[in-house]
């Protein structure tokens, strides 16, 4: 995609510090990293975002982050790490183009995640909800 940074960068014509390329994928540092060794895994091919990514392609970054993050662990001294991805805007997505973050982790780093709530919720109608969603396959 012309517009598209990530395709920029697969195509060699935007730099990035890649550690990693094979044919269906490619592994970069992020420029603004959230720990030392912030690593974005990248498809090759253009997919907005995880949910059109073919499941193939879905399995082959999953594979490649098991793969490199003994390594990246090894590199910045850690023993943890996340690793996931932003679907839409709320969540976060500012690039639409699939990628995983591979972010290190540190004891103390001070990067929470997010806050559980203690508000009482109706789970049983949520989860009836979400199956019958699932089973209408929405
Ligand atoms: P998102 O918010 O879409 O999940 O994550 C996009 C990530 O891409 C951000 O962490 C951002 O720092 C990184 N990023 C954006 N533009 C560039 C770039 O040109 N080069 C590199 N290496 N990372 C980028
Ligand atoms: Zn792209």
Do not use: Y
């Not at 420029?31 to 912030?38: Q, T």
């Not at 679907?87 to 001070?110: E, K, M, S, V």
């Amino acid at each position: 995609m012309s517009d598209c940074i990530f395709c920029k960068i697969i195509a060699g014509d935007i730099p990035a510090i890649k550690i990693h390329e094979d044919e269906q994928c490619i592994a970069f540092l992020d420029i603004h990293p959230v720990n030392p060794g912030h690593t974005l895994i990248v498809p090759k091919e253009h997919h907005a975002n995880f949910l059109e990514t073919p499941k193939e392609l879905v399995a082959v970054i999953m594979a490649l982050g098991q793969k490199l993050s003994p390594a990246i662990l090894k590199a910045v001294g850690s023993d943890s790490f996340n690793f996931s991805t932003n679907n839409g805007r709320a969540a976060g997505q500012l690039i639409a183009h699939t990628h995983f973050h591979l972010i290190p982790r540190f004891p103390a780093d001070g990067h929470k995640m997010w806050h559980g709530s203690d508000e009482h919720q109706d789970f049983a109608a949520m989860a009836t909800k979400i199956r019958e969603a699932v089973g209408s396959g929405e």
